[in-house]
C-alpha cells in the first residue's frame, strides 16, 4: 500500500513501533535503540565516481530501519521484513573473510568486518530490520542498509568515527565482503544527507559541498520513475566501462579522466580512437554538468535552468557513454514531451530509474505519459514516487 496520487505512490512510511514490536518478539527483549539510513537518488554526474570527478545525489525519504542491541560477544543475528518473511540469519564475526558469500548479510557483517581491520572494539549485535526503500531500482537500498548498521554500530560501541569513515564503513561491507565494486557516493550521500540540500562531492578529494536544493519552495517536484527493467549483462559493461575509462585517461596523459580540461575537449580527444573518444566525453563532460548545477544551486537561480543539463546528461548516456536502455530512453523521452523541464536516467545504467523534474501541478500529466509510453514500447509498468531531498543516517530512537 502507498500514499496514491494518479500513478504517483510514494512508499508507506516505516513503522517504528511496529519493527520494535518485532524485535522484542525475535529476540525476547527491548532494542538498545533505533536508526535509520536512507537511499539516494544521483540528480547528476553518472559514472564520473571511479573517475575522480564530480557528482550530485540527493537522501531520500525512504530508508532502512534498523532496531539494535548490542551484544557482549561476536555473533550477529538478523532478521529483515522483506527476507524470508523476516526470518533470522545467525552469523560470526569471526568466520567473516573477504570473499565469503553471505548473501544479504553481506552488508551487515562486512560493516562489522570493516571495524575489525580499524582495530576498532567490535561485538556482535541483534538486529531487526524493516525498509521503504525500492530494492535493486538504483536507488541505493544497499547503502542505506550498510549504512545504517554503520552508524548504528558506531553509536552504539562509541566509535566517534566522522561521517566519512562511518560511509567508508558501508563501503568496505559492500566493496570487500558483499563483493559490489560501487565507488563511495552511495553510501556518503545515505551517512550526510541533509534535508533540501544536495551533495556536490567531490570523488576524489572526497569532499562534500551542501547546496540547498528545495525544489517544493519553487513549486518544482523531482520524479523518480522504476522502469522495473535491468540488463542482464550490466556487471560487464560496468567493468568494460571502468576499462575504458582507465585505458583513455592512460592515452591522454592523465591520472583520471577527471584531468581532462573542458576547455578544447574536442581537441585534446581526437588523440583517441572513435569508441574511447566517446567514453571519455561523456566523463568529461557529465563532470562538468555536475559543476554548472551546482552553480545554478550555488547561486540560488530558478532551478528549471537545470532541466537542460538532465536532458543533455541523458543524450550523453545514451549516444557516448552507452549506458541506457530502450525502456529508459522512452520514460526520458515521454517525461519531456509531456512538460518535464529536463529528465535523465540515473544509477549504473541499462535500465533502472529515470528522474524527471517537473513543475508540481504537472506532475501526475508526466507520470501517466511515462505510464503511456512504457505500454507502448511494451516495457514493464514502471512505477513513479517523489523523490525528497532528507537528512542522512541518524539514531531516531
Ligand atoms: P540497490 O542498491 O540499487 O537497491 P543493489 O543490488 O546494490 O541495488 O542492492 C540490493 C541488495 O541489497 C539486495 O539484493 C539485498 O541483498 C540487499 N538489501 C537491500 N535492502 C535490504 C533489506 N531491507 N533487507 C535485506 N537486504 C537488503
Ligand atoms: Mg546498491
Known amino acids: 500500500s502507498a500514499r496514491a496520487d494518479g500513478v504517483i505512490r510514494t512508499p508507506d512510511p516505516v513503522d517504528f513501533d511496529a519493527l520494535v514490536a518485532r524485535f522484542r518478539s525475535l529476540y525476547d527483549a527491548e532494542p538498545d535503540g533505533v536508526w535509520a539510513a536512507p537511499g539516494r537518488v544521483n540528480i547528476i554526474g553518472e559514472h564520473t565516481d571511479y573517475n575522480g570527478g564530480f557528482v550530485l545525489p540527493i537522501a531520500l525519504a525512504q530508508h532502512t530501519v534498523a532496531a539494535v542491541r548490542r551484544r557482549n560477544d561476536t555473533v550477529v543475528r538478523i532478521a529483515s521484513a522483506s527476507i524470508n518473511d523476516g526470518a533470522v540469519v545467525t552469523l560470526d564475526l569471526t568466520d567473516v573473510t573477504e570473499g565469503g558469500d553471505y548473501g544479504w548479510a553481506a552488508y551487515i557483517v562486512g560493516v562489522g568486518w570493516s571495524a575489525g581491520q580499524r582495530d576498532l572494539p567490535v561485538t556482535g549485535l541483534d538486529i531487526a530490520l524493516d525498509s521503504n526503500v525500492p530494492v535493486g531500482a538504483g536507488l541505493s537500498s544497499s547503502a542505506a542498509l550498510s549504512c ?29 565482503i558483499a563483493g559490489a565494486p560501487t565507488g563511495l557516493m552511495d553510501q556518503l550521500a545515505s551517512v550526510c ?9 567531490d570523488t576524489r578529494a572526497v569532499t562534500i559541498t551542501q547546496l540547498r536544493f528545495d525544489l517544493p519552495a519553487a513549486g518544482l517536484s523531482l520524479l523518480a520513475i522504476d522502469s522495473h527493467t535491468e540488463h542482464s549483462h550490466a556487471d560487464g559493461e560496468y567493468a568494460e566501462r571502468r576499462r575504458s575509462s582507465q585505458e583513455a585517461a592512460l592515452r591522454l596523459g592523465v591520472r583520471e579522466l577527471r584531468d581532462v580540461p573542458l576547455e578544447s575537449l574536442a581537441t585534446t580527444l581526437d588523440k583517441l580512437p572513435p569508441l574511447l573518444r566517446r567514453r571519455a566525453r561523456h566523463v568529461v563532460t557529465d563532470s562538468a554538468r555536475v559543476e554548472q548545477t551546482a552553480a545554478i544551486l550555488l547561486a540560488g537561480d530558478d532551478l528549471r535552468r537545470i532541466g537542460p543539463l538532465l536532458n543533455d546528461s541523458h543524450a550523453s548516456m545514451r549516444d557516448d557513454y552507452e549506458i541506457t536502455a530502450p525502456s529508459v530512453d522512452a520514460l526520458q523521452e515521454a517525461a519531456v514531451a509531456a512538460g518535464a523541464h529536463g529528465a535523465r536516467m540515473t544509477g549504473g545504467g541499462f535500465g533502472g530509474c529515470v528522474i524527471a523534474l517537473v513543475d508540481q501541478q504537472d506532475a501526475a500529466a508526466v507520470a501517466d505519459a511515462c505510464v503511456a509510453a512504457a505500454a507502448r514500447g511494451g516495457f514493464p509498468t514502471p512505477t513513479v514516487f517523489e523523490a525528497v531531498a532528507s537528512g542522512g543516517a541518524a539514531r531516531i530512537r
Not at 552504539?156 to 566493496?175: H, Y
Open 148 to 176: 545504517v548498521t554503520a552508524r548504528a554500530w558506531s553509536d552504539l560501541l562509541d566509535w566517534q568515527l566522522d561521517n566519512e569513515t562511518v560511509a567508508d564503513l558501508g563501503r568496505d561491507a559492500e566493496n570487500k
Open 193 to 201: 544527507g541533509q534535508e533540501s540540500h544536495a551533495m556536490q562531492i
